[in-house]
């Protein structure tokens, strides 16, 4: 008797779970219809199907369920798309990562690491164009964080990307605004020099044959040797004259490395001409200073 | 069933403003400000004798040199003590005139020194240069370039002959010359 019972028991857990595994599936797949009905209009069918994805991951299968967080990571991504493709800060977009990351990890067969990687690259590269229309004075913070889970969704995707080129695209943009900050007050915004210099090091190290990032630091040790001077006030005592001086010497000598690398990078660039001409102007070289002018003057006269 | 909706893959795309390219100090600005505050300490650690110390202090500036407009940009609202500054232009060695507290001989004029020497003669003019080797041969003061950097020679023995003083501030800093 008491045997009987306990395989009565049994049974009724086996339906039990069984009807909930299919509720859960069929909730998945209730999902993918709604999202597939031409019927519906978009906005409704993703509404929809977020809700009904949102109850069936709380299903305990669906816990460890790599197609059904890759459906909720997908209809996240397609709420993004339809209703925050403009809120730079969407948490819907944030979540859509989790999902679409935590499908990877769950799905052992790689049966959906396609399309789940798809997704992931989508979604990344909408942080990046974001991430480029924040840079700005007021939303480069926004644009850094953006950047950053650009390169967690590109490398989720593909362990192997290749970010160094977004990598120097990006920090050469970052250290330009950074310039602008320090340039429009460098008394008050000291510390942004440190962190453009910083920045363009950075690119350096990744490309030493960067361009814009060696010119770009040329142009910062340049501009801010002649600031330092022009900072002063004439009627400064001559020992602080001469240790501004030295300060100042100090920025064009550090600065024309970089330019002759630039230069050597190419030599049919104008700015670069007229970078060297100033930093050999600046340091009392007026021979080699005369040398950039006449090659400038013979450019614009072959043009 | 699973594999739903094609993805449109976003290309990814800069904004053309992302890198500007920075604008360019003028380097003429910062030579320039450097002489003239040369030129305005000399003023603190040079004396002058009792009767160059009334009305302006006069600077005056050989040829037509582009430091002329700068000098006044950067002076003209300056003074030595209660004597304002005035920046003359003198355009030929000839038309140099009245009392002038300096007078600066740019290089492209330098070959104008002796005739300089010669209309200066008895009067307390601190005559400037910027062409090596002028200080041995007649300025009291003559701008050089070392280590890429401005100095300056003294001849104090210059300096002495049109009866002005100089400090011993001034002499540590500059290169002298005999």
Redesign the interface.
């Known amino acids: 008797m008491k045997n009987r019972f306990y395989i009565l028991a049994l049974f009724v857990l086996l339906v039990i779970t069984a009807g909930k595994t299919f509720a859960q599936n069929d909730s998945v797949a209730k999902a993918v219809l709604i999202l597939q009905d031409q019927n519906l209009p978009q906005d409704k069918r993703v509404k929809q199907a977020l809700e009904i994805i949102d109850r069936a991951i709380l299903h305990s299968q669906s816990a460890n369920n790599a197609y059904a967080w890759y459906i909720r990571g997908y209809v996240y991504k397609e709420y993004y798309k339809l209703f925050e493709a403009q809120n730079k800060k969407s948490k819907t977009r944030d979540d859509a990562v989790v999902y679409l990351k935590k499908a990877l990890k769950l799905d052992s067969t790689k049966e959906y690491e396609p399309t789940i990687k798809q997704n992931l690259k989508y979604i990344g590269s909408t942080y990046y164009n974001d991430a480029g229309s924040s840079l700005d004075a007021t939303n480069y913070k926004i644009a850094l964080e953006d950047y950053n889970k650009f390169k967690d969704c590109m490398l989720a995707a593909e362990p192997n990307y290749n970010i160094k080129a977004r990598e120097i695209e990006f920090k050469n943009a970052l250290a330009t605004v950074y310039t602008n900050i320090f340039r429009s007050n460098i008394k008050t915004n000291s510390e942004y020099f440190g962190k453009t210099e910083e920045v363009y090091k950075q690119v350096l190290a990744l490309d030493t044959n960067n361009w814009g990032g060696n010119y770009n630091l040329a142009m910062l040790y340049y501009n801010y040797g002649v600031d330092v001077i022009n900072q002063m006030e004439v009627t400064e005592d001559i020992l602080q004259v001469d240790n501004i001086q030295e300060e100042a010497r100090s920025l064009f000598k550090k600065s024309l490395p970089y330019a002759l690398k630039a230069y050597s990078l190419n030599k049919q660039k104008k700015e670069i001409l007229i970078c060297l001409q100033g930093i050999y102007f600046s340091l009392y070289e007026f021979e080699k200073s005369d040398e950039f002018k006449a090659k400038l003057e013979r450019m614009e006269k072959e043009k | 069933?699973?594999?739903?909706?094609t993805?449109?893959?976003?290309?990814?795309?800069?904004?053309a403003?992302?890198?500007?390219?920075?604008?360019?100090?003028?380097?003429?600005?910062?030579?320039s400000?450097?002489k003239?505050?040369?030129i305005?300490?000399f003023t603190?650690?040079i004396d002058w004798p009792e009767k160059y110390k009334e009305g302006n202090f006069v600077i005056g500036v050989v040829g037509t040199s582009s430091f002329y407009n700068e000098l006044t940009a950067?002076?003209s609202t300056?003074t030595v003590g209660s004597q304002k500054f005035e920046i003359k232009s003198f355009t030929t060695v000839e038309s140099v005139s009245g009392m002038c507290h300096i007078l600066f001989l740019p290089a492209e004029n330098s070959a104008a020194l002796p005739d300089i020497l010669k209309k200066m003669k008895g009067k307390s003019t601190l005559i400037v240069t910027e062409k090596s080797g002028l200080a041995k041969q007649g300025s009291a003061i003559n701008f050089i370039?070392e280590?890429?950097?401005?100095r300056f020679e003294l001849n104090k023995t210059n300096i002495e002959k049109y009866n002005l003083k100089v400090s011993s501030?001034?002499m540590a800093?500059a290169i002298q010359v005999e």
Request: net charge positive; glycine share 2%; aromatic share 8%.
């Open positions: 069933m699973k594999r739903i909706v993805i449109l893959i976003a290309v990814l795309c800069l904004s403003d992302w890198v500007r390219m920075p604008i360019l100090q003028d380097p003429n600005s910062g030579n400000k450097l003239a505050s040369f305005y300490n603190k650690y950067l002076l300056k370039v280590n890429n950097k401005q501030t001034l800093l």
